[in-house]
């Protein structure tokens, strides 16, 4: 149980396009799920707080016009990197908050971004 | 504000030999703890978490954890490392139930295992 699947795994794109990314709850409900990003070698830096139905909370420093949030049910959030460049290239990771219990994040195999 | 410290950026043992990672955490008020594991190129996986009650927190493929209030550390173990645990190992903290469910981070350790 509390599987979090993310699609794609890997893409690279060219500089000035869009990226769109799906985290998906696959066998639970998730009012709420994270966006993370994370450089090699580093740890999670979190970007944005997806909340089924509501606008996303963003972190301080975070563009919320460059990282568009929507979750537009309890299953689905997607993150779509507008006019990628090149420093947008990163590993970014969902997770999805577990509602009953003990608030457990449940976590994403990631998306390789590469902006060429 | 929370905070999470883990000790050791690197920590290499030998193949049978104990696992010790080590996590202190701050908050002011009770927390949630957790370890997760992460294989290259992959996601976290949930290793355990301590949320209230048993302080001694065990978890999967042989972890072990121990929620010290005094201490304020969550440090992980395992009584004998094999080579699959060669991994990058985080501590996080969170509020507790009722928040926004916001995970801390701490930097990582990589575990290196030795044949």
Same mark, same amino acid.
């Given at each position: 149980?509390?599987?979090?699947?993310? *699609?794609? #795994?890997?893409?690279?794109?060219?500089?000035?396009?869009?990226?769109?990314?799906?985290?998906? #709850?696959?066998?639970?409900?998730?009012?709420?799920?994270?966006?993370?990003?994370?450089?090699?070698?580093?740890?999670?830096?979190?970007?944005?707080?997806?909340?089924?139905?509501?606008? +996303?909370? $963003?972190?301080?420093?975070?563009?919320?016009?460059?990282?568009?949030?929507? *979750? +537009? #049910?309890?299953?689905?959030?997607?993150?779509?990197?507008?006019?990628? *460049?090149?420093?947008?290239?990163?590993?970014?990771?969902?997770? +999805?908050?577990?509602?009953?219990?003990?608030?457990?994040? $449940?976590?994403?195999?990631?998306?390789?971004?590469?902006?060429? | 504000?929370?905070?999470?410290?883990? =000790? &050791?950026?690197?920590?290499?043992?030998?193949?049978?030999?104990?696992?010790?990672?080590?996590?202190?955490?701050?908050?002011?008020?009770?927390?949630?703890?957790?370890?997760?594991?992460?294989?290259?190129?992959?996601?976290?996986?949930?290793?355990?978490?301590?949320?209230?009650?048993?302080?001694?927190?065990?978890?999967?493929?042989?972890?072990?954890?121990?929620?010290?209030?005094?201490?304020?550390?969550?440090?992980? %173990?395992?009584?004998?490392?094999?080579?699959?645990?060669?991994?990058?190992?985080?501590?996080?903290?969170?509020?507790?139930?009722?928040? %926004?469910?916001?995970?801390?981070?701490?930097? &990582?350790? %990589? =575990?290196?295992?030795?044949?």
């Amino acid at each position: 149980g509390a599987v979090v699947s993310q *699609h794609p #795994s890997w893409v690279i794109c060219k500089s000035g396009t869009s990226v769109k990314i799906e985290c998906r #709850s696959l066998d639970f409900q998730a009012t709420t799920m994270f966006w993370y990003r994370q450089f090699p070698k580093q740890s999670l830096m979190l970007m944005a707080t997806s909340n089924e139905g509501s606008k +996303a909370t $963003y972190e301080q420093g975070v563009e919320k016009d460059k990282f568009l949030i929507n *979750h +537009a #049910s309890l299953t689905l959030s997607t993150l779509t990197v507008t006019s990628a *460049h090149p420093e947008d290239s990163s590993f970014y990771i969902c997770s +999805a908050r577990e509602v009953f219990g003990t608030d457990t994040q $449940y976590f994403g195999p990631g998306t390789r971004l590469t902006v060429l | 504000a929370q905070s999470v410290t883990q =000790l &050791g950026s690197h920590v290499s043992v030998s193949e049978g030999a104990l696992v010790l990672l080590r996590c202190n955490y701050s908050s002011s008020v009770p927390p949630y703890l957790f370890w997760y594991v992460q294989y290259p190129n992959q996601g976290l996986q949930l290793l355990l978490k301590y949320t209230t009650g048993a302080t001694l927190v065990k978890g999967i493929n042989g972890f072990e954890a121990e929620f010290k209030k005094s201490e304020t550390s969550f440090h992980l %173990t395992k009584p004998s490392a094999h080579m699959s645990d060669a991994a990058e190992y985080f501590c996080a903290v969170s509020h507790g139930s009722g928040n %926004t469910g916001k995970l801390i981070f701490g930097q &990582g350790t %990589t =575990l290196q295992v030795k044949p």
